[in-house]
């Protein structure tokens, strides 16, 4: 994690340096005295002596929770229009979730400038393709084809332990002892996660040989 820190504080403050050289930070107010190039210098130099922190943890639902949460950033718009209310004097209103009520839908009025600051960072860059899943993964009927995927592949096991099975038939063992056959496990049948009930017959065939 210190490595991960240094590395991003380096990379930030290079570029900081290109924005400032390149007269693209426009220094003003509280930080109009870092527009002098010693100044800044020596601000920059400070920066380089603290330890910056990057917090970055495992996700607690796995990479799966992570990926369908940026999946929908591929497709979405940062605002759909029924979420639109209104627009009067320069003021932009609509609905939007408040968390710290449960979640619940309410009203927002913005200054039209605020409300486009908001909203223009979520247009996608020149370039850049929106994704939509198709075929299996298409939201309507999604899970009742990923259900007869997963029976399927069940299948295809039991038929494949099934061939194990025969070929261990063809090659009987013997008690040493008494020369009578001996009761061996040929093959364990597998249970994919989701497949229907009717087909949770999987256990531990057992054939004489």
């Known amino acids: 994690m210190r490595v991960l820190s240094r590395v991003y504080r380096g990379k ?16 003003g107010g509280s930080l109009a005295g870092l527009a002098e190039p010693e100044a800044f210098a020596a601000w920059l130099r400070q ?14 639902g ?10 929908g950033y591929t497709h979405r718009v940062a ?23 449960g979640g619940k839908v309410r009203r927002r009025t913005l200054p039209a400038e605020e409300f486009l600051r908001r909203w223009v960072p979520h247009v996608l860059p ?18 009742e084809r990923l259900a007869v995927c ?3 592949l069940a299948l295809a096991g039991v038929a494949a ?8 038939a063809a090659q009987p063992r013997r008690c040493p002892a008494c020369g009578s056959e001996q009761m061996a496990v040929v093959a364990e049948v597998p249970v994919a996660p989701g497949v229907p009930a009717r087909t949770r017959r999987s256990g531990q065939r057992r054939e004489a040989g």
């Open 12 to 27: 930030f403050l290079a570029w900081l340096r290109q924005a400032y050289e390149a007269g693209r930070l426009a220094l």
């Open 47 to 60: 920066q380089y002596r603290a330890e910056w922190v990057v917090y970055a943890k495992p996700p607690f």
């Open 62 to 71: 796995g990479p799966g929770v992570v990926l369908k949460y940026l999946a």
């Open 79 to 101: 605002l759909s229009n029924r979420r639109l209310v209104g627009l009067s004097g320069g003021q932009v209103t609509f609905t939007a979730k408040d968390y710290a009520a």
């Open 126 to 143: 020149r370039g850049f393709v929106k994704v939509r899943h198709y075929g299996l993964l298409a939201n309507r009927a999604r899970a």
């Open 150 to 152: 997963r029976w399927l």
């Open 161 to 168: 332990c099934l061939a194990a099975a025969r070929v261990a």
